[in-house]
């Protein structure tokens, strides 16, 4: 532990640079912790906390600036894509979307402290076709923030950060193997809840044939699509005659839907989470016949089915 710590005084800005853009990309390592611990030898003057803070403004600006483009080139495929190897997929898009769109540029600052959003705010501003300059000056202002406070931390507690580096150093590798079995159990809970959420939700699906079959068939099923105005800005496709409306909104259409038809409810998010929430939503108001499209919006697209432009 001594020789990681003499490491950190070495090398910390290369430290700094690497975990933060590791965070910024979406990898789980503690980029925030990193920055307390040098704002923490900055005030013992071991580290420059100027050169601390601008690296670590280069590093987010550099994470988000790849995922930016991504999302400016390739919209919501690359949120899909965030959301399934996050390990809270089931509302990170839905929250980047209505924080993007109510806040604009500002809401980059306040994702930075939003877990399981700081990585998808950057690609969804691109799919929101955020201009460039509007993306830069707001991300260099929020990875300013974002680092300053952090950094201030530790200028704060330079004193309990100093006596917890001695702690770990005299602890050597126990002190290592603790802190490795605390973030383990931290995702392993995380994973936890994610794979509860899924067996609740699987009960409620259906695939694209039975729902085309109901269709073919003259059932009639209503199709419900519970996606976020700002995720049909991105993807402006839907099932013929789907009823649209956001999520959080659900409560205020759910008097004119039927009792008597099926309710096929689809978005177009990993693990189908938002039709999933919808449909929980609208069995607790008394609907019984509720389903959820399994591979939405995308699923439905690729057999072939009927689509529509919004």
Request: glycine fraction near 10%; charged fraction near 15%.
């Amino acid at each position: 532990m001594r020789t990681l710590i003499d490491l950190l005084i070495a090398h910390g800005l290369g430290w700094v640079f690497l975990f933060t853009l590791a965070a910024r990309i979406g990898l789980p390592v503690p980029a925030a912790p990193l920055l307390v611990v040098a704002g923490g030898l900055a005030a013992s003057g071991l580290i420059s906390w100027p050169l601390v803070l601008l690296v670590s403004i280069l590093a987010n600006l550099a994470g988000d600036g790849l995922w930016y483009e991504a999302g400016r080139r390739h919209g919501h495929r690359v949120m899909r894509l965030l959301c399934r190897i996050s390990l809270s997929p089931d509302s990170c898009v839905r929250q980047s979307e209505s924080l993007i769109t109510r806040w604009g540029g500002r809401s980059l600052l306040a994702a930075k402290f939003l877990p399981g959003i700081s990585v998808v705010a950057a690609p969804m501003a691109g799919a929101l076709h955020m201009s460039l300059t509007r993306f830069v000056a707001f991300d260099v202002l929020a990875g300013a923030v974002w680092s300053a406070v952090f950094l201030a931390l530790g200028f704060l507690l330079s004193d309990q950060i100093q006596q917890v580096l001695d702690m770990l150093a005299s602890a050597g590798l126990f002190a290592l193997i603790a802190l490795l079995l605390v973030v383990a159990g931290l995702i392993v809970r995380r994973w936890w809840m994610r794979q509860r959420f899924l067996r609740e939700a699987q009960g409620l699906r259906i695939d694209v044939d039975g729902a085309a079959a109901m269709v073919d068939q003259g059932l009639a099923p209503v199709f419900i699509d519970v996606r976020s105005n700002g995720s049909r800005s991105i993807d402006p496709r839907s099932i013929p005659g789907a009823v649209l409306t956001e999520l959080g909104r659900l409560h205020e259409h759910a008097p004119q839907l039927p009792l008597d038809r099926e309710l096929v409810l689809y978005c177009n998010c990993p693990n189908e989470a938002s039709a999933a929430v919808a449909a929980r939503t609208l069995m607790g108001l008394g609907f019984t016949r509720v389903r959820t499209l399994t591979g939405g919006l995308d699923g439905w697209a690729a057999a072939g089915r009927p689509i529509t432009a919004l």
